[in-house]
């Protein structure tokens, strides 16, 4: 894809700048003698990469779409996993990346009664961040459990594709192209792992994420459908070294902060 061609030789450009030598393959193939593996977050589907990495003691660099806005502007890039199972930078700067990149995202959290139903978020059967799940015996689940009126929304991506949307009786379906649509009425946000989680605390809905794998885990409650409302401010301040513009990414300032946390291969990294 385009995307990853052109954040393949922006960070290549940044790693040549610290003095780090590349080597570009295709597909999963790997290479013998390198320090480290730096793969797109979709390969992570595609085991290869990870298996070798891992019997060799191998870092691997993972980069995928970012989480705070705007997402396609911004790229993450952590170490060993996908979303919050990988490891990211913890540089502690008070919070002013946070508040310098991203001055008006964090909004306060909503009252206590207020919002008159449950939002329900679908994914993508397949995408590397759901590998293994059934998210249809999922969505069933939840709405089985939920209190009140329920709203199911699909993911953009399976409507642009006009692809069958399945989901349980005792709910309605949303078609609103925009989350923040669906949200200003929502009292809770339910997802699995989806990034929809991260926009929902972020706007201040209360919000259940029940896989750790969820970049919101941090500030949400998990397979109880009840809200919570901790401090987000950690969170969101740790949260801004976890993405980076190509800029940053090409002229070698993410890798700055990347290199400090190199580690051997941990697995499904906390």
């Known amino acids: ?24 393959t295709e597909g999963d193939r790997v290479v013998d003698g390198v320090d480290f593996h730096v793969t797109w977050g979709a390969e992570t589907k595609r085991p290869r990469i990870f298996q070798f990495s891992e019997e060799h003691s191998l870092p691997v660099l993972v980069m995928e779409r970012a989480y705070l806005p705007d997402r396609l502007k911004f790229t993450a890039i952590g170490w060993n996993g996908l979303n919050n199972r990988a490891i990211f930078p913890d540089f502690r700067d008070g919070g002013d990346r946070f508040r310098r990149l991203w001055p008006n995202v964090l909004k306060p959290w909503r009252r206590v009664g207020s919002g008159r139903f449950i939002l329900v978020c679908g994914q993508v059967p397949g995408d590397a961040s759901v590998t293994g799940v059934d998210l249809n015996a999922w969505t069933e689940k ?46 809770l946000c339910v997802t699995y792992n989806s990034n929809s989680g991260v926009e929902a605390v972020l706007a201040g809905i209360p919000t259940v994420a029940f896989d750790r794998g969820s970049m ?3 500030v949400t ?34 890798w700055d902060y990347l290199k400090n946390i190199r580690e051997p291969f941990l697995g499904e990294a906390a």
């Open 216 to 218: 919101a885990w941090p």
């Open 221 to 254: 409650s998990h397979r109880v459908l009840n809200g919570v409302r901790p401090d987000r401010t950690p969170w969101a301040h740790k949260l801004a070294f976890s993405q980076w513009t190509l800029d940053e990414i090409r002229d070698g300032t993410a």
């Open 1 to 24: 894809m385009v995307h990853q061609k052109s954040h393949g030789s922006a960070i290549k450009a940044g790693l040549e700048r610290h003095g780090i030598d590349c080597v570009f």
């Open 142 to 187: 939840v709405i089985e459990r939920a209190w009140g009126e329920v709203i199911f929304r699909p993911h953009p991506v399976l409507i642009e594709r006009k692809a069958r949307i399945r989901y349980p009786e005792g709910c309605r379906l949303s078609m609103n192209a925009k989350l923040e649509d669906d949200l200003i009425c929502a009292k």
